[in-house]
């Protein structure tokens, strides 16, 4: 590894006598470095997945676009910078066929794993609904779409449905009574797919949580919104539900406890109210659904775990046997609690 971290180095022309590399942040998609060269200067060195990304020139060309319009509408907003080879390349390809790219590094920055407390919540809003309204000037049809159906609600409840089919006994057994509460829920799909062609397509993150936020040393302000990877066109009901999704609740969906999973109210609120106050331009039918990203991001996570708890555990990497079907489980508990909070109460059934 130390020959090939050299040979990618060269290729950027930075120094083979650099101080460390080591692993950063808790992203499980791509490879993450922290490089410190001898003078102090630090970047991100990444190696991409690209048995999830299959063509990594699609991130760098949204990447271009996205840069070429906020430099020129919006100057002062700082974007992540991507260094290019010395042979003017956005990757460097090595022997193994693996694709690496060099980031610029923020300094006095951190990134943080958790919201704990209200303030981050809003910060977080804001930033990604500042991120999705400053390129509100783009044509979202030039972007390339990173992965598609990602957020199809319709298409996982299909890959559900077929799922089902094919299981067996056993599995169907053992996870009956989440099963039961998916089918109940079902009219959220059914909701999602009279509402989503209304929806004006935007430019979003499309992995919007809290970890791909930079803040400051202090945790307070946000400083730049990172891993831009999955950016493309999609509704505000992708960045919002994956917030209200991933920091709603104080723990995640590996909990086993379901007496911790709880919705932290004021949280939730915050994300709502923040996200749309920030988007310029919000029409009238996201404004009145943009609550529904979260039953619509819970709901969906909850289908493609127990998706793939019935397909013998094809796609995510679990820890145990029965790690899918309990992340299922957390997942409808959690769409449960939501549904308990006054801001859902007589709406979207």
Not at 7 to 35: C, H, R
Not at 210 to 220: A, C, M, P, Q, R
Not at 305 to 328: C, E, G, V, W
């Amino acid at each position: 590894m130390e020959n090939n971290f050299s040979t990618i180095l060269q290729a950027y022309g930075i120094s083979l006598d650099y101080e460390s590399i080591q692993p950063y942040g808790s992203g499980n998609i791509n490879k993450t470095f922290l490089l410190k060269t001898e003078q102090g200067t630090k970047f991100i060195l990444q190696q991409i997945n690209t048995s999830v990304f299959k063509k990594p020139l699609h991130i760098v060309e949204n990447w271009l676009l996205a840069k070429k319009h906020l430099q020129k509408n919006h100057p002062g907003y700082s974007i992540l910078e991507y260094i290019p080879t010395l042979s003017g390349e956005w990757f460097y390809k090595d022997n193994y066929q693996k694709y690496w790219r060099l980031i610029s590094y923020i300094d006095q920055s951190q990134c943080l794993e958790t919201v704990s407390s209200e303030k981050q919540a809003i910060q977080a809003g804001t930033a990604f609904a500042e991120f999705t309204s400053l390129l509100r000037g783009v044509d979202a049809s030039q972007f390339h779409t990173i992965l598609k159906d990602f957020h199809n609600l319709a298409w996982r409840q299909q890959q559900f449905d077929a799922a089902l089919k094919t299981a067996s006994t056993e599995r169907l057994e053992s996870a009956s009574a989440t099963l039961s509460e998916l089918r109940e829920n079902r009219w959220i799909t059914d909701y999602y797919v009279s509402i989503i062609h209304q929806l004006p397509l935007r430019i979003v993150h499309m992995d919007a949580k809290i970890s791909n936020l930079l803040f400051d040393t202090k945790g307070e302000k946000v400083k730049c919104v990172i891993d831009l990877d999955t950016m493309m066109p999609g509704t505000i009901l992708s960045d919002l539900g994956d917030m209200i999704r991933s920091m709603a609740s104080p723990v995640g969906e590996d909990e086993r406890d379901t007496s911790k999973i709880i919705i932290r109210r004021e949280i939730l609120e915050g994300l709502i109210f923040n996200y749309i106050s920030g988007i310029q331009d919000i029409t009238p039918i996201e404004k009145e659904n943009a609550s529904f990203a979260g039953l619509m991001l819970v709901y969906m996570q909850a289908l493609r775990f127990m998706t793939d708890f019935l397909q013998n555990d094809s796609y995510y990497t679990i820890k145990y046997p029965m790690h899918n079907l309990d992340r299922a489980k957390n997942q409808s508990f959690l769409l449960k609690r939501l549904l308990e909070e006054p801001i859902y109460n007589g709406h979207f059934r």
